[in-house]
């Protein structure tokens, strides 16, 4: 069974860097075809997808974003650390992570999200 | 603004047949499968059909996905109350390297 659990904090200042880390079970991320992706949702918007990393450790990321983002995995963890820098209001909202399969970009597990708010 | 263009709500009767809409581009959805997930409120997103018209296991036959050109569909067949829900469209994209999501598609069950 394959699950995916978000953790981070809950509250964050303006201009700091957010991290969070999402720890999964059920499948290993050295396995071919096997990623690992971070996508937001701010209240009553639209998803938008944030960052990926893949089995072998190649990483994409959201164009309007990366300069922003990082995204690494701890392998031996199980785990997936995404950073985002010079956090703003505008961050705020549920942060997913997700297994992804490389071939046909199939998200076929999430975690239950976590939410962040952004505020001083 | 999102790459793939939903339209924002659809609506329909209880037994009645609905269609939500993406719409991208030649370096997304014409170069891409197309992938579509359910999100209920307050809950995580589903997939719901992936690789254009594969439902997973556990997706009724009502459900049907399809994609030409730079454009696919979903289609609700016996709109039913439990179907109430957003609903995204997703492929990757070659020119900006990423995945993208469609705006969604909220549908409501009258």
């Known amino acids: 069974q394959v699950t995916l659990r978000e953790s981070g904090p809950a509250l964050v200042r303006p201009t700091q860097t957010l991290t969070l880390t999402c720890s999964f079970s059920g499948f290993s991320l050295t396995t071919d075809q096997m990623c690992v992706i971070w996508a937001r949702q701010p209240p009553g918007k639209a998803l938008e997808w944030l960052a990926l990393?893949?089995?072998?450790?190649?990483?994409h990321y959201s164009s309007s974003l990366k300069t922003r983002l990082t995204i690494s995995k701890a392998t031996s963890k199980n785990q997936v650390v995404l950073r985002m820098t010079n956090i703003d209001p505008a961050d705020s909202g549920m942060y997913y992570c997700?297994?992804?399969?490389?071939?046909?970009?199939?998200?076929?597990?999430w975690g239950q999200g976590t939410l962040v708010t952004v505020s001083s | 603004q999102s790459v793939l263009t939903q339209p924002p709500s659809v609506s329909g009767t209880p037994g009645q047949r609905v269609t939500i809409s993406c719409s991208g581009s030649a370096s997304n959805i014409g170069s891409n499968v197309v992938n579509w997930y359910h999100q209920l409120p307050g809950t995580a997103p589903k997939l719901l059909m992936n690789k254009d018209d594969q439902r997973p296991s556990g997706v009724p036959d009502r459900f049907f996905g399809s994609r030409s050109g730079t454009s696919a569909s979903l289609v609700i067949n016996g709109l039913q109350s439990e179907d109430e829900a957003d609903y995204y469209c997703?492929?990757?994209?070659?020119?900006?390297?990423?995945?993208?999501f469609g705006a969604g598609t909220k549908l409501t069950v009258l």
């Open positions: 997700a297994r992804m399969k490389w071939r046909f970009s199939v998200i076929d597990s």
């Open positions: 997703a492929a990757w994209d070659d020119n900006l390297n990423g995945l993208v």
């Open positions: 990393v893949d089995w072998d450790d190649e990483k």
